[in-house]
T-cell receptor, first 119, second 113 residues
Framework: NAGVMQNPRHLVRRRGQEARLRCSPMKGHSHVYWYRQLPEEGLKFMVYLQKENIIDESGMPKERFSAEFPKEGPSILRIQQVVRGDSAAYFC?????????????????FGSGTQLSVL | AQSVTQPDIHITVSEGASLELRCNYSYGATPYLFWYVQSPGQGLQLLLKYFSGDTLVQGIKGFEAEFKRSQSSFNLRKPSVHWSDAAEYFCAVVTSGTYKYIFGTGTRLKVLA
């Protein structure tokens, strides 16, 4: 039973290039979340997606960043025209349900992350 | 605004010693609280969670945490640390019915042989 799969593990880009980060959720999960971890900081929520829908992108930078979760295939986080400040670890998580339940059964399962380095 | 504070950035303990990692949260109602561990090059693994009920929560790998409402704290403890526990530990909070986890900045644990 594979967990949340992210690739690539490491991605190096030069300033101005595009970065594409992929995330395959756990089998049966239709809720995907992206978090960003900047150096010396905790993880920060970026976006929450369901299949073919962006539910909440309140944590996404207004420009250059976009995310999708198509009907088929992995979720993609795309960063256009990368800058050095985009260097970070990007984590994807998935869940069975989209809302924390009263029984406390809901939780997020995290991938191993993609370390983006911008030269 | 909701927030999570982990006051200790780095902690060093000797193998076999006891461990306590601090976590304080700011939220008006009872939140859902989590501790995650991140080993080098790995994703986050859930150690334990608190939703309601008994305020002392048992987790995996011998960890436990105690929810203290009066102190707005959810400290992680382990009676005897193993070298393999060296990792970074994150406390997180989420409010009922939402999905936006709020993470602390993490505590990096070093274990001396």
């Amino acid at each position: 039973n594979a967990g949340v799969m992210q690739n690539p593990r490491h991605l190096v880009r030069r300033r101005g290039q595009e970065a594409r980060l992929r995330c395959s959720p756990m089998k049966g999960h239709s809720h995907v979340y992206w978090y960003r971890q900047l150096p010396e900081e905790g993880l920060k929520f970026m976006v929450y997606l369901q299949k073919e829908n962006i539910i909440d992108e309140s944590g996404m930078p207004k420009e250059r960043f976009s995310a999708e979760f198509p009907k088929e295939g992995p979720s993609i986080l795309r960063i256009q025209q990368v800058v050095r400040g985009d260097s970070a670890a990007y984590f994807c998580a998935s869940s069975l349900l989209g809302r924390t339940g009263g029984r406390g059964s809901e939780k997020l399962f995290f991938g191993s992350g993609t370390q983006l380095s911008v030269l | 605004a909701q927030s999570v504070t982990q006051p200790d950035i780095h902690i060093t303990v000797s193998e076999g010693a006891s461990l306590e990692l601090r976590c304080n949260y700011s939220y008006g109602a009872t939140p859902y609280l989590f501790w995650y561990v991140q080993s080098p090059g790995q994703g986050l693994q859930l150690l334990l969670k608190y939703f309601s009920g008994d305020t002392l929560v048992q987790g995996i790998k011998g960890f436990e945490a105690e929810f203290k409402r009066s102190q707005s704290s959810f400290n992680l403890r382990k009676p005897s640390v193993h070298w393999s526990d060296a990792a970074e530990y994150f406390c997180a909070v989420v409010t009922s019915g939402t999905y936006k986890y709020i993470f602390g900045t993490g505590t990096r644990l070093k274990v001396l042989a």
